[in-house]
């Protein structure tokens, strides 16, 4: 009976133990369930994370074999032109593979030499003219675009290059000139009728660059760069509606957004729309942090939403790296009176307007440049005033076109001399970049 008794007993103890264990078990899985459950998202986040550290580390290894494969290009570039001194296609492709990498005196060696061994080949010119371009030498650039069409009138890349040449001087009466006689060859180049907008903008002659425009993006419907300069002729034109049109149309179907966003953020920040304004800036931003035109409007956007400590801070970062930016310190200036730091402000108001005045002289002698291109007495002014300001180049060219205009100028020939000797050029009128000619 005693033991019938234990028997019992131990069976109803180990029955005690087995529902223990499978309520621990029971709580164990609701724990791992509920667990799964709450960090469902932070799990999610760390495949993200993983996933962008493995795209990442990709494209670190795609750079990595993209610098080691220009290397050794350069290495058996260089070992080219060492066995074949005299063979200026040598020296061209080695140049090429130099710009790539961004060493652009090295490249302009190697073009140079390209061309005074071969100094009738035209496209040798146009490419030696473009290095010196990316190079700051836009005075012995323009030489080199003038030579590559003396030798073929029709060459379009030369053509092009002079007249943006000529359109950022403000040439532009020489550029549409220019540019019409290469109609003729090339009606069928989009990128011509594009060049031939900008010149017309830049005239006011808004309708003129619109139907260039047009006629651009018949003739390649997918070119992604004529949408921008198309809205901002609508948008001048007071065209808004027209504008955002335009930009709308157009960001989903580029690959890089980028600039046709910070077209569209300008346009919503004028007419009123500052949230729209900030999340095209913001999106600007994500992918590029530092772009200073997205954080200009980032900063216009938040000044209107009332937010003047986030408009100081945006602004901030462009006064630092550049301070002549649209108007960026009177803007930041303003900003610190708002917010009652009114000597710092006042300060920072007075040395923009002092600029802006500076800016506002150089403008305004662009602007009568563009409606008297021949006028010897406004090239002459320019041309100090390049030269007060250390823009070499510019002083170069200006003094040059003087000389042209009135070969017995004396002051343009002094001024000239001066110009070339600070820059390091040849003492002579024209300062030709290659012998040889």
């Not at 008794?5 to 069976?11: A, P, S």
């Not at 004396?410 to 002579?428: D, F, H, I, N, S």
Request: overall charge positive; aromatic content about 6%; hydrophobic content about 45%.
């Amino acid at each position: 009976m005693q033991r019938s008794k234990n028997g019992i007993k131990v069976e109803e103890q180990k029955r005690i133990a087995e529902q223990k264990r499978l309520r621990f078990l029971l709580a164990l899985l609701a724990f791992v369930i509920l667990f799964g459950i709450v960090s469902l998202p932070w799990q999610m986040r760390i495949r993200r994370h993983l996933a962008l550290l493995h795209q990442q580390e990709l494209q670190r290894q795609a750079l990595q074999r993209a610098q080691e494969e220009a290397t050794l290009g350069l290495q058996q570039a260089a070992q080219e032109v060492q066995v074949h001194p005299n063979d200026p296609t040598a020296h061209a492709h080695y140049a090429a593979l130099l710009e790539q990498q961004g060493r652009f005196a090295e490249a302009e060696e190697q073009w140079q030499k390209a061309v005074q061994l071969d100094p009738k080949d035209a496209n040798l010119h146009v490419a030696y003219a473009a290095c010196l371009d990316g190079n700051g030498k836009e005075d012995v650039a323009m030489l080199e675009y003038e030579r590559a069409l003396r030798l073929d009138p029709n060459n379009l890349r030369a053509a092009l290059g002079l007249a943006l040449r000529y359109i950022t001087l403000g040439w532009n009466q020489n550029a549409l000139a220019l540019l019409k006689r290469q109609l003729k060859a090339h009606d069928d180049s989009s990128k011509l009728h594009v060049t031939l907008a900008m010149a017309y903008f830049q005239l006011t002659r808004l309708s003129d660059a619109e139907r260039e425009l047009l006629k651009a993006q018949q003739l390649d419907p997918h070119d992604p760069s004529i949408f921008g300069p198309l809205a901002e002729v609508y948008w001048t034109a007071n065209q808004t509606q027209k504008a955002l049109q335009t930009l709308n149309q157009a960001i989903p179907l580029v690959a890089d957004p980028t600039p046709l966003l910070l077209e569209r953020a300008k346009i919503y920040n004028t007419i009123g729309q500052p949230d729209l304004a900030l999340k095209d800036a913001e999106a600007v931003l994500q992918r590029d942090p530092h772009d200073l035109e997205a954080l200009v409007q980032e900063g216009k956007a938040l000044q209107a939403k009332g937010d003047i400590s986030g408009a100081v801070r945006a602004w901030k970062l462009v006064y630092d790296s550049n301070p002549d930016m649209d108007n960026v310190g009177l803007l930041l200036g303003r900003a610190f009176i708002a917010l009652g730091k009114r000597q710092a402000g006042a300060a920072l108001i007075q040395k923009s307007l002092q600029m802006s005045r500076e800016d506002s002289r150089w403008q305004s002698l662009g602007r009568q440049i563009m409606n008297a291109p021949t006028s010897v007495p406004l090239h002459l002014r320019l041309a100090w005033y390049y030269l007060h300001i250390g823009n070499l180049p510019r002083a170069i060219i200006e003094f040059r076109e003087v000389c042209r205009l009135d070969p017995q100028n004396r002051v343009a020939k002094k001024g000239l001399a001066m110009a070339l000797q600070r820059a390091g050029r040849p003492l002579t009128d024209l300062s030709p970049a290659t012998a040889g000619e």
